[in-house]
Structures are given as structure tokens and as C-alpha cells.
């Protein structure tokens, strides 16, 4: 209880430094609590403190001035890296988002054959899906390259946010693999 004690003397302190001081101090408590849960086994009390700290953590940040962008970016696909489900969602979401951009590329003639010759047959709705999920993840196994400038801001955009869900995806796993 004592996390949220200082979260809740913290919000109604008089001083920035008194705030300042309660919200370190709740950061501090939520994180011996996360690991005195690990180590008697309670897991799901130990991840219940671990989000509390991160909350906390945010909160801490805006106090100083700061804009904790990645903590909520981090947050809003992953929970922190706890929740699979989270993450799995976002990247069939990036997918899908990404497949509808390149067929409307193709249609515009915004992608076109890397190779001279005959390329293989764009399938309608298939091959964007393919196209997407080869550049989110990465892998770089199409026929076809984009020929716009827009086209081309898309595809790097597509690789960086596949780069962040891949890494999201491997802390999640490592997180998975630490607490069993």
C-alpha cells in the first residue's frame, strides 16, 4: 500500500518538490513490491506492481517536464510488455492498415516491378496483404518497389514500426520466459 499512499500524497501536496519527492517514493515501493512478489512465486501480484510502477513512472515523468512518449507508446501496444494480446492486435492492425496503402499503390502505379520481364501477377487484396506483412516484417521478399516518394515515406514508415513491434514482440517472449 504504500505506492499508492505516496501517489495519493503526492497529488495532494502543497510543493513541487513534496510531489516531486512522494511520486519517487511511490516508484520506489512499487518496485520492492514487484520483486518481493517474484520471489515468493505470487507472479500475477508481481505484474499487478510492475504496471503500477510504470503508471507511476509516467506520472513521475510529467512532473519533471518531460513527455514520456515512448512509456506511452509502450503502453498502448503492449501494456508494458504484458499483454500479447495487445501487441498481437496492433501488428494485425499494422498489417492491415499497410496492405490497404499498397494496393492503392498498385493501383496507381506507385509500385512497380523490380525486375524487367514478367513480374508476378498482382493478386487484388492478397498480394498488398503479402506486401505488408513481408516489409512490417522486414524481410524484403516482394517483386515490386515503390516508385513515388509517397509510396517510398510509406514503406519506411512500415519498416520502422515493424522494427518497434518486433522488439515489443521479443521483450514480451523474454518477459514470458522470465516469469515461468
Not at 43 to 48: G, M
Not at 49 to 66: D, F, H, I, P, S
Not at 130 to 141: C, E, I, P, R, W
Not at 155 to 167: A, E, H, K, R
Request: hydrophobic share 45%.
Amino acid at each position: 500500500n504504500a505506492g499508492r499512499l505516496a501517489e495519493r500524497a503526492a497529488q495532494s501536496a502543497t510543493t513541487d518538490s513534496a510531489k516531486h519527492d512522494l511520486q519517487h517514493f511511490a516508484i520506489r515501493s512499487y518496485s520492492r513490491s514487484n520483486h518481493c512478489f517474484a520471489e515468493v512465486g505470487e507472479l500475477e501480484w508481481s505484474e499487478a506492481e510492475y504496471l503500477n510502477e510504470r503508471n507511476a513512472r509516467v506520472t513521475w515523468a510529467k512532473m519533471q517536464g518531460k513527455h514520456p512518449w515512448a512509456q506511452l507508446a509502450w503502453k498502448a501496444t503492449s501494456n508494458y510488455g504484458t499483454s500479447f494480446t495487445r501487441w498481437g492486435v496492433w501488428v494485425l492492425g499494422t498489417i492491415g492498415l499497410f496492405s490497404l496503402f499498397y494496393e492503392l499503390f498498385f493501383r496507381l502505379h506507385w509500385l512497380k516491378p523490380m525486375e524487367p520481364g514478367t513480374p508476378a501477377a498482382w493478386i487484388p487484396v492478397w498480394s498488398g496483404l503479402y506486401y505488408s506483412v513481408n516489409v512490417t516484417a522486414a524481410l524484403g521478399l516482394v517483386d515490386y518497389e515503390p516508385s513515388n516518394v509517397i509510396s517510398q515515406g510509406i514503406v519506411i514508415i512500415n519498416v520502422l514500426i515493424g522494427y518497434i513491434l518486433l522488439g515489443i514482440g521479443i521483450g514480451i517472449i523474454g518477459r514470458m520466459i522470465k516469469s515461468r
